[in-house]
């Protein structure tokens, strides 16, 4: 097996792989730390209004009908 | 190609060497092109524009807004390096910038800008708010579309106008916070628009031929020098009020009076020295005043923005309201 000196341009190349990779892995970080930060203080997710959603005092959110009775 | 080479010392052998490592940036290369010292002032200012409002965000949602505002303004900047690389190769300020010296291909810097542009204003409307990631895009677009592609190559009046995109931060970083735009951010906001233009005329008063070589139209090429100081001399004179009215609003206070009226009489002195020069001192003594009036206003900035720190720390503690 033979050990080949290492090229200056290998070196930018591990830093660009690293960097990329270190931006990435704080990227999925942050997003995680940003959605456990949103559910812990309850940012309202009107959206998501299924069986089971609460609002953010607590209280379950009672889904209303698209159309009234009796249009 | 035998068992012990690389593709990358084929490509070597082939390509010579200088093409191939043109095309290897480092990862050091993608940072420069967000102009890191630029977006040092857009996350100091933002964050002043943060701490300052009245109400806050948690923690993890603050540190990702302020992180997506600089990331914002790093998009922008690689936008700006893509569509100028033309003109930043004439300049001496700007020809060792990664675009123009050939270390990055410009479709990477567009990618890179335009990739970074849409995450940055998606990640601070998730993390704050529609108004501050409305108000993030809006900055992107004037820099890079109204400044870059426009304003910087038709009218002197560049600065003036294309200093609004570097106003924008605090009152970006306020809107996060706050999910509106009131009159102490647009004091921020107005602070920032007045320094731009003396700021820069002082710094194209000592990078002599670098503008006129590159035919922007900057004042100094269009209007001369001695129209450029007094320019100077009127910008600093009419930012002085701005500065001082911010003092009087719920962010301001006496620290920051003081500091502000400190700030703006030694920016005028400066402004003052520069207007009283013609070129032959100017030449003489190689540009002292003008390099140090420009280092000044980087103080000032720092400075003003700091007292507002101040103030606001003093309003958490109890001190310090007017």
Known sequence: MTFKPEHEIH???LSRNVGVGVALAA???????????????????HAIQGKGAVNPDGTPIVAQPLVKDGN | MTDT???????????????????????GDFVELLKP?????????????????????PP???????????????????????????????????????????????GEALGLGVALSVASVIMLGLAA????????????????????????RLTPQNIVIGGAAGAFPPMV???????????EAFLMFAVIFMWTPPHFWALALFMKDDYSKAGVPMLTVTHGRKSTRRHIMVYTVLLAPVAMALGFSSIGGPVYLVVAALLNLGFIFGAWRILR????????????????????SLLYLFAIFGALLAEATLHGLGYGAL
């Not at chain 2, 002032?41 to 965000?57: K, R």
């Not at chain 2, 708010?129 to 910087?152: D, E, W």
């Not at chain 2, 970083?173 to 009159?183: F, H």
Request: aromatic fraction near 12%.
């Open chain 2, 37 to 57: 010292r630029v977006m040092s002032l857009v996350i100091f200012t933002a964050f002043v524009g943060m701490i300052v409002a009245p109400t806050h965000l």
């Open chain 2, 277 to 296: 020069r013609d070129e032959a001192m100017a030449e003489a003594d190689k540009y002292k005043v003008e390099k140090k009036v420009f280092t000044f």
């Open chain 2, 173 to 183: 970083g306020w809107a996060a916070m706050t999910g509106s735009v009131s009159l």
């Open chain 1, 11 to 13: 070196g930018r190349r």
């Open chain 1, 27 to 45: 990227f999925v970080i942050l997003s995680f730390l940003l959605t456990v930060e949103k559910v812990t203080h309850g940012d309202p997710m």
């Open chain 2, 129 to 152: 708010n529609l108004v501050a990631a409305g108000l993030l895009a809006f900055t992107i677009f004037f820099y890079v579309v109204v400044y870059s592609m426009g304003l910087k």
């Open chain 2, 60 to 106: 993890v949602a603050s540190f990702t807004a302020i992180l997506f505002i600089a990331l914002g303004a790093g998009a922008s900047g690689a936008l700006n390096m893509w569509w100028d690389a033309d003109i930043d190769a004439l300049m001496r300020r700007t020809a060792k910038r990664p675009v123009p010296s050939g270390r990055i291909q410009p």
């Open chain 2, 5 to 27: 080479q690389t593709f990358s010392d084929v490509a070597l052998a082939e390509a010579g060497r200088d093409d191939v490592m043109a095309a290897e940036p480092g990862f």
